[in-house]
């Protein structure tokens, strides 16, 4: 069964604390991606890993890190949030970085920062 | 850099009838095309790809499109839309820039009506 999961699905939290997302897939696929949609902007690449512990910044890394430590797991960590980082936060992964490959995503973390 | 234009944010059309969503592409060589859907409250799913031959390449649900190279266009097309089709559509690049990087468009939100 192929599937990208992302825990929590929703999520408040006030402006300064942290938030950890997570996400995992069982398909052992090496890439693996955060990004973050916002109305209008489609999606924005916030981080891309190519495998455990080799991690790439994005389009849009700052206030944001990562980390990987095994395959099918990959977290997205805010330290200490701002309210412009309130977004929908779609995990996603593919086979090794070939051009052609197709991304498989999980059903998103709603984030919203007061 | 590549980049992607939908530039039709909200398309509206009746159920039965045909659709065409629009996708521009600029890169320098021939990229990797694809289109995209997202349902509420669901992440990205994968609707057809384009990365070599036929240029009018079939996807689910009876969808098409057609790489046009000399107009960088990826237009998305049905012949007949159902009311389920209701649902934001991106299109996508894929170009090798050191690694393959992939860029989504805005997405464009296509309502179908009775």
């Known amino acids: 069964d192929m599937k990208v999961t992302q825990m929590p699905r929703y999520l408040i939290k006030r402006m300064g604390e942290n938030v950890l997302l997570e996400c995992g897939q069982d398909?052992?696929?090496?890439?693996m991606y955060w990004y973050r949609q916002d109305p209008g902007l489609g999606l924005q690449l916030i981080y891309i890993?190519?495998?455990?512990?080799?991690?790439s910044e994005g389009d849009i890394p700052k206030g944001y890190r990562v980390s990987r430590k095994k395959r099918e797991h990959f977290s997205l960590i805010l330290d200490s949030a701002k309210t412009n980082q309130t977004s929908v936060y779609f995990c996603a992964s593919s086979r090794r970085d070939r051009g052609y490959a197709e991304q498989f995503f999980g059903p998103g973390t709603r984030l919203t920062v007061l | 850099a590549q980049s992607v234009t939908q530039p039709d944010a909200r398309v509206t059309v009746s159920e039965g009838a045909s659709l065409q969503l629009r996708c521009k592409y600029s890169?320098?060589?021939?990229?990797?095309l694809f289109w995209y859907v997202q349902y509420p409250r669901q992440g990205l799913q994968l609707l057809l790809k384009?990365?070599?031959?036929?240029?009018v390449v079939q996807g689910v649900n009876g969808f098409e499109a057609e790489f046009i190279k000399s107009n960088s266009s990826f237009h998305l097309r049905k012949a007949s839309v159902h009311w389920s089709d209701s649902a934001v559509y991106f299109c996508?690049?894929?170009?090798?820039?050191?690694?393959?990087?992939?860029?989504f468009g805005a997405g464009t939100r296509l309502k179908v009506i009775a």
């Open positions: 890169y320098s060589g021939t990229p990797y």
């Open positions: 996508a690049v894929s170009a090798y820039t050191g690694n393959y990087k992939y860029v």
């Open positions: 398909m052992s696929h090496e890439t």
């Open positions: 890993s190519y495998d455990v512990d080799s991690n």
């Open positions: 384009y990365y070599s031959g036929d240029p």
